[in-house]
């Protein structure tokens, strides 16, 4: 056990693992069995956000704009093409690709915030990307390069989102309710312009449907973040980030588990390799990075 964490801390860390992986599984069934389109699953998930965390929109932080930027990057534009991706690809080939999240947030905060980067993180860089790659490079049966692309391309974006976190002064759960709010005000039209069939995906399954958005909204996006970071309150990151890293192993068990997913050797090579880089990155110093978002770089 973490020193000075106690065991109710790490039962509401196994609760917030438990609830992001299944949250993959949950996706993919709702894009990819259910039929609902990825933009308009997108507006569901943020209008049920929205509609529980409305009043915290009655106080506007300062410098908005740059606010609703970063909410919707590591919200709404991450989801959205993440969600895409799931559409054919496996939750367990997604997990794996999320853990880019940490060097990418890296080499961002290199870029635009002058991070600098020793030879551990570089290495803990190297080899996280170079898992990812593998598993992407050599997707399993089940999965597609062009899924897994998509899905990379919201971790990108989550990740560009995540670097600038500390640059605002707003709470975590703030940032959900104005988030949630952008996102549904970007993705309701355009799931209206470039996508169909939403209302007869609700009609053929609705209590699945409703279940799939209940689950993501207010288990995962609203209870299991907002654990997560009243517990950063509490405790010291270092103590609870790391544990964050059972996600991703537990996300290829329940894909395994419950949507059949084929686990190959380059998918589990690949991950293996990925946490190692990731845990690297994760303990390493950093002044400028908001470390709680290096291995969930999205809300």
Known sequence: MPANLPASA??????CNVAWAMNVVVSKIAVSTLGLPPLFYTVLRSGIVLVVLFPLLRQIPARLPV???????????????????????????????TLAGA???VLFAVLFLGEQVRWRRGIGMALALGGVGLAMGSPAEGSSFAGLALAFCGVLI?????VFVKRIAIGAVALQAWAALISFAIMLPATFTFETGQLDAIRAAPLAVAG?????????????HSAYFKLL??????LIVPLTLLTPLLTIGFGAWLTGDAIGWPLLAGGVLAIIGVAIIVVRPSRNIFKPLLVRPRL
């Not at 093409?81 to 080939?93: N, R």
């Not at 958005?213 to 209870?223: D, K």
């Open 10 to 15: 790490l039962g509401i860390m196994l609760f």
């Open 67 to 97: 606010v609703l930027a970063i909410g919707f990057a590591i919200s709404g534009g991450s989801f959205a093409l993440q969600f895409m991706g799931l559409q054919s690809a496996t939750p367990s080939a997604v997990g794996v690709v």
């Open 103 to 105: 060097p990418m947030t």
């Open 158 to 162: 989550g990740s560009l989102g995540s």
């Open 212 to 224: 799939c958005v209940v689950f993501a909204g207010v288990v995962v996006s609203i209870g299991a």
């Open 233 to 238: 309150q509490a405790h010291d990151a270092n």
